[in-house]
């Protein structure tokens, strides 16, 4: 019986490596990002779920993505019979010697916060929440018009209070067991003048796996700022827009100074979707949009509320939509449940939803979309319609 593995990243490379070892013969990868375009990685083929059952139907998926309960769900629809998380496949530390892409200690965090992930998803007691993406600022050093977090929309773009800021963390991870991952976005963060204060402070908390801080690549923070930050619990994610980012190599040099670990991201091409128009959708449209959309998991926290992406969040905030109560959690309502209640709102908002209305808005974000030229710059901020 032949492998499958289910995703490129770090975690993939991992099983590939295990899979060599232990004799097992990998068939093929899968990534419906990547696939159709001819791509190949580590010496297999890129294919679609599809394409690889067409081929290899009797053979075990192994999920090598944390959000394995999405996967396996639409896996098990178009014929899967066999699958493996990443608990069951790495039980032993040997993955921490294993050849990665990525620096070393980036590609051995991300398959340990996997691994735990995938143990932790039948365990009634704990919640495991793999990442949050926090926003700190609406205001950013570029203005891209197809910005997918919608800041090219603020007029008016103001910081978040630090006090709120860590105020909210705080009521989630009173009923969280482990955040895996805290990514700190904006717009740009390094521009909010409390940037420091907000992730040192935000450092302390043992429940945070690990911090990581996306930028443009425009802004060096202060010498000192740098410093403070220098934790083997925080990274970088630097985007590279080419000439636009023009900091990149002096933001690398002084992190590598310190040791921060980092990863720089040039970007080729965005998905288109970035308008916020109703579409009048019926269920089972934004249903099938949902599945399909590769941002569905990327649980945002803006001004006390969860949602789960940074469209929903940012079309929100801007009033562009209304949404409905049960698109977003309120981290206060959790304060007054008791505890279990608690958890069980924030499981079932995080991992077992099907749809939402907000998606109504959403041009959507399919895997493997046609993409357009990313970081085209706005003069002003673009016009939209508030909703009634
Ligand atoms: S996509 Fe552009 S506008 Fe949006 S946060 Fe990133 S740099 Fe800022
Ligand atoms: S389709 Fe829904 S989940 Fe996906 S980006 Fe749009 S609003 Fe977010």
Same mark, same amino acid.
């Given at each position: 019986m032949?492998? +499958? +593995?289910? &995703?490129?990243?770090? !975690?993939? $490379?991992?099983?590939?490596?295990? @899979?060599?070892?232990?004799?097992?013969? !990998? @068939?093929?990868?899968?990534?419906?990002?990547? @696939?159709?375009?001819?791509?190949?990685?580590? &010496?297999?083929? =890129?294919?679609? %779920?599809?394409?690889?059952? %067409?081929?290899?139907?009797? %053979? !075990?998926?192994? +999920?090598? =993505?944390?959000?394995?309960?999405? =996967?396996?769900?639409?896996?098990?629809?178009?014929?899967?019979?066999?699958?493996?998380? %990443?608990?069951? +496949?790495?039980?032993?530390?040997?993955?921490? $010697?294993?050849a990665y892409t990525k620096q070393r200690l980036l590609a051995v965090q991300e398959v340990e916060e996997c691994v735990q992930f995938h143990r932790g998803m039948n365990d009634p007691q704990r919640l495991i929440v793999r990442s949050v993406d926090l926003v700190i600022t609406e205001r950013c050093s570029l203005r891209c018009r197809d910005c997918s977090n919608l800041m090219q929309y603020y007029r008016s773009p103001m910081n978040l209070r630090p006090t709120e800021l860590i105020r909210d963390v705080d009521r989630l991870l009173s009923h969280v067991d482990l955040l895996s991952e805290l990514r700190i976005i904006g717009g740009e963060p390094l521009m909010h003048p409390a940037f420091r204060l907000i992730v040192t402070e935000l450092l302390k908390r043992e429940r945070i796996g690990r911090i990581v801080i996306f930028t443009n690549g425009t802004i060096v923070p202060e010498e000192s700022a740098l410093d403070a930050l220098a934790n083997e619990k925080t990274t970088f994610m630097i985007t590279d827009y080419g000439s636009l980012s023009g900091n990149v190599v002096k933001l690398e040099e002084q992190l590598s100074a310190r040791g921060i670990s980092y990863f720089t991201n040039p970007i080729e091409e965005w998905n288109d979707c970035a308008s916020i128009v109703r579409h009048g959708r019926s269920l089972a449209d934004l249903t099938a949009l949902f599945d399909a959309c590769c941002a569905k998991n990327l649980t945002t926290l803006l001004h006390g509320r969860l949602y789960r992406c940074p469209f929903m969040a940012n079309a929100t905030n801007l009033k562009a939509i209304r949404s409905a109560s049960e698109d977003s959690v309120k981290l206060l309502d959790l304060v007054e449940m008791p505890h279990g209640t608690a958890k069980e709102t924030l499981r079932d908002f995080l991992y077992r939803r099907d749809c939402f209305a907000a998606c109504d808005a959403c041009a959507g974000r399919p895997y493997g979309a046609k993409g357009i030229p990313p970081a085209i710059q706005a003069a002003h901020p673009l016009p939209y319609v508030e909703a009634p």
């Open positions: 032949k492998d +499958i +593995i289910f &995703g490129c990243g770090s !975690v993939g $490379e991992a099983f590939f490596w295990n @899979a060599a070892e232990s004799g097992r013969s !990998v @068939a093929c990868f899968c990534d419906d990002r990547l @696939a159709g375009k001819g791509n190949r990685f580590l &010496g297999r083929d =890129i294919l679609t %779920a599809g394409e690889a059952l %067409a081929l290899y139907p009797d %053979a !075990v998926f192994l +999920i090598a =993505i944390p959000h394995a309960v999405h =996967i396996v769900k639409s896996l098990v629809r178009q014929g899967a019979k066999h699958w493996r998380l %990443a608990h069951e +496949i790495l039980t032993d530390d040997g993955y921490r $010697e294993y």
